[in-house]
């Protein structure tokens, strides 16, 4: 069972949504190697599959520690976005994903902390 509050959680959860997202990118480049259309489309069919069963996960590894925001957002575009496009972003964030130890700083992050709410 999963705690609500703990970093370990969410690491945990965005392993697991980068088992998916890993299974997509090789995928991905089994379909990029394929000389027939229908043979690229249906691998590339299923490499989008997968990415997108990455998404739950993802959320809720985001939903329980905010280092997993960047990985959930970039999962979300894949709807609009190629994964090409994506994959070396994806990639990155795995692999931190991957690094992570329980009790460790997050890492570093471009998305400022939430404006103090001021009292009436």
Request: with cysteine; net charge negative.
């Amino acid at each position: 069972m999963l705690s609500a509050c703990g970093g370990d959680d969410g690491t945990a959860l965005a392993r697991q949504a980068c088992s998916h997202i890993n299974q997509s990118i090789v995928l991905l480049n089994k379909a990029q190697l394929q000389p027939n259309g229908g043979d690229r489309g249906s691998l590339d069919q299923r490499a989008y599959d997968q990415l997108r069963l990455a998404l739950p996960i993802a959320a809720e590894a985001a939903y329980h520690d905010g280092q997993w925001q960047a990985l959930m957002t970039t999962v979300s575009e894949s709807n609009r976005v190629s994964e090409t496009v994506l994959e070396p972003a994806l990639v990155a964030q795995c692999a931190q994903a991957d690094q992570s130890t329980f009790n460790q700083p997050p890492p570093p992050s471009s998305i400022p902390p939430p404006a103090p709410v001021s009292s009436p």
